[in-house]
């Protein structure tokens, strides 16, 4: 084959043509990868730096990921701390409530029936008390008594009193004078005229009941002849005698005869009083025999409140103070000599003893069951406008032996009354037995991922691409955060009872949540970290990323620039090898 040989003016314009060609495809590949080194063979260090970096940025955005599914995970166990702060503040509140709450049930009793002789004590079981605790209701001390002074017997049977005189006065004579007679506490003096003897009864009995006639004992006693004397009767059956007394003279005595004193009236009652107290006692029922003249008496003292009361003393019947304030006995009426001697001014005193079982009064009550250790904090004694009234400081129902049904102290333990629990602690415990449950459900249910930091679980979160810098993250000590780690349980009503027990459990909800704002605390400490991390870990990410581009990015404005350059170039090549060749084709046509 016969070798061709070029122009030197082709040869050169056909290589410049070569070179533009060359530079243009590397320009090209510039512009559409964007890289200027896009091989180890454009330029191996920066290739190989670039690559290093663009690996690690690699590793850190894959680390990214989890510190994500971190953050994540430390704000489900913030929601799940909020959320048991609001149940803990709500606990709070609901002791703060019982707390506060007085509510408690009460019920009153009447001591004036209390019958001191009794058992004369209360129990109370149930309520706030552990077993039985008893508290007397009697003391000895000092009050005074009177007894009749004769074993008691009945009223007499009733009967009008009556006198018969001795003196006939069909043969003997009247003295001049005057007479006395006396009835009821009455007296009158009757004026009598002198007569001889011989038949005076008429001339006598005129003169008596014109004596009698519009005086006190008008109507109340009456004269009459029975054969040959005056007779005096009383109108009706009244406790009383009739008695007739002689002036200087003696003319009751001519009238009379001496010393006249008839029978004893009855009208088959005892009427006296104690202390003002009215007391009536009759021969057929109540006045009978001691026991019944007894219960008589009592049944009446107590109707009016009295501070007194009848006992049987062998066969004497005695009244008898049942109260430290009952004070001195005064009995009065006109039985009242029953009791002993009557005084001038119309009554019988008592007797001081220093032993007699008494009653506390009411407000001697009320101050020893308020500071009685046993009795303190689980009742609370006041008086109610004379009444015992007792407050039951608990949820429970409260027994009280020695009272009844119908609101009376007894003393005796045999009858027993009941005072209802306070319901609105017993309710208040029930809700905060409710929102105790929910703490260890909040907690069971703060978990993402699988990972539940409130229950101890441990959450690692590692932070660059050799796994030396990283973070364990775990509630304090590893332990739960729920009611068990605060020592919270269920509350039983009784609790509620006692206001120091409420402050003690008030006191350990504050506990808790002091705990849970702590650990809320360590966790947004925690939470803050990998976040800075994260934010760090980005714009490290950024900064390998721009180093590893600055190795390897094209400078496209230059590259198309270039571009530019070179397809001029091009066009000028081919221009002048255009024009080379046409210098050949020239010699060509001088051939020919």
């Known amino acids: 084959m016969a070798e061709i040989n070029l122009s030197k003016a082709v040869r050169s314009n056909l290589s410049s043509l070569q070179n533009v060609s060359a530079m243009m495809s590397k320009t090209q590949d510039r512009l559409s990868t964007g890289n200027k080194v896009n091989s180890a063979l454009d330029n191996p260090t920066n290739f190989f730096t670039a690559s290093s970096l663009n690996s690690r940025a690699g590793d850190l955005n894959n680390l990214m990921d989890s510190m994500a599914n971190g953050i994540k995970t430390i704000e489900a166990a913030d929601n799940g701390l909020s959320a048991l702060t609001k149940s803990l503040e709500s606990m709070q509140s609901t002791l703060r409530q019982a707390r506060q709450d007085k509510s408690f049930e009460t019920k009153s009793f009447n001591i004036t029936t209390l019958d001191p002789s009794g058992a004369g004590k209360l129990s109370f079981s149930g309520g706030a008390f552990t077993g039985t605790t008893d508290f007397g209701l009697t003391t000895v001390g000092s009050g005074q008594y009177g007894k009749t002074s004769a074993d008691y017997a009945a009223p007499t049977a009733a009967a009008a009193s009556t006198v018969t005189g001795a003196a006939n006065l069909t043969t003997g004579a009247v003295t001049a004078g005057t007479m006395t007679i006396k009835y009821d506490g009455k007296s009158v003096d009757v004026a009598i005229t002198a007569r001889a003897a011989g038949d005076n009864k008429s001339a006598v009995l005129a003169e008596i009941q014109s004596g009698l006639a519009g005086t006190a004992l008008d109507g109340k006693v009456t004269a009459s002849i029975s054969t040959n004397f005056i007779k005096l009767d009383a109108a009706s059956s009244e406790d009383g005698q009739i008695t007739v007394t002689n002036d200087a003279g003696g003319t009751a005595t001519s009238v009379m005869g001496a010393n006249k004193t008839g029978t004893t009236g009855s009208d088959a009652k005892f009427e006296f009083s104690i202390n003002g107290t009215a007391v009536t006692l009759d021969r057929a029922t109540t006045g009978a025999d001691k026991t019944t003249a007894t219960a008589e008496i009592n049944a009446q003292l107590k109707a009016a409140g009295s501070k007194f009361e009848a006992y049987v003393e062998t066969n004497k019947v005695g ?274």
């Open 319 to 592: 009244i008898r103070a049942t109260t430290t304030d009952a004070g001195n006995l005064s009995i009065g009426g006109k039985d009242a000599n029953l009791f002993g001697t009557v005084a001038a001014n119309g009554t019988v005193g008592g007797t001081t003893s220093a032993s007699l079982t008494l009653v506390k009064t009411l407000d001697n009550l009320v101050s020893e069951m308020n500071s009685n250790a046993s009795l303190k904090d689980n009742i609370k004694a006041s008086n109610d406008n004379g009444k015992l009234r007792i407050q039951n400081l608990s949820t429970r129902d409260l027994t009280v032996q020695g009272t009844n049904a119908a609101g009376n102290v007894t003393g005796n333990t045999s009858a027993e009354s009941t005072i209802t629990g306070n319901t609105v602690r017993s309710d208040l415990a029930s809700q905060f037995n409710e929102l105790r449950d929910q703490l260890d459900k909040l907690s069971d249910d703060a978990s993402f991922n699988g990972i539940n930091l409130l229950r101890g679980d441990k959450l690692k979160i590692t932070f660059n691409e050799t796994g030396t810098s990283s973070i364990d993250i775990q509630s304090k000590n590893g332990q739960s955060i729920d009611a068990a780690k605060f020592s919270l349980s269920n509350l039983a009503a009784k609790d509620l009872d006692s206001d120091t027990n409420i402050d003690s459990l008030t006191d350990k909800v504050k506990g808790a949540l002091n705990n849970v704002r702590s650990q809320a605390s360590a966790f947004g400490s925690n939470l803050s970290i990998v976040q800075n991390r994260q934010d760090f870990t980005k714009s490290m990410i950024n900064t390998l990323e721009t180093g590893a581009g600055n190795l390897t990015l094209a400078d496209m404005n230059q590259e198309a620039a270039n571009m530019m350059a070179l397809q001029t170039r091009q066009s000028l090549a081919s221009s002048t090898l255009s024009m080379a060749n046409q210098a050949d084709q020239g010699v060509l046509q001088l051939l020919r």
